[in-house]
């Protein structure tokens, strides 16, 4: 198990940028996926973005792409998650996660054994 802490939301005017941050600690090895994934006000939890374990490959949702940059630096065993031009849709609960040793960007929930708490983003019109 990793332990997971995000940090970095908000409340920020539409157009607007944040940057989320996953810290991670209690796993040895780097090698796993990471990914974001968000929750909407009465809605599941949906996939936002997903990095490989060496930062070579990313995936994205198609409604983030363009918008939305994943990274990671695994001397920090720290995840990020850039969010530029936000729109009031993308208020939400934003979890960061690690995979269960899957080492390629994943976009599915289930290959995920480790989560953070979560961290409101607020995007006002």
């Known amino acids: 198990q990793v332990h997971l802490v995000e940090s970095g939301g908000g409340m920020v005017q539409a157009g607007g940028s944040l940057r989320l941050s996953c810290a991670a600690s209690g796993r040895p090895s780097s090698r796993y996926s990471m990914g974001w994934f968000r929750q909407p006000p009465g809605k599941d939890r949906e996939f936002v973005a997903a990095?490989?374990?060496?930062?070579?490959?990313?995936d994205y949702a198609d409604s983030m792409e363009g918008r939305f940059t994943i990274s990671r630096d695994n001397a920090k065993n720290t995840g990020y998650l850039q969010m530029n031009d936000l729109k009031p849709e993308d208020t939400a609960v934003y979890y960061c996660a690690a995979s269960s040793g899957i080492a390629y960007a994943t976009s599915q929930l289930h290959d995920y054994g480790s989560w953070g708490q979560g961290t409101q983003v607020t995007v006002s019109s």
């Open positions: 990095i490989s374990w060496n930062g070579g490959s990313t």
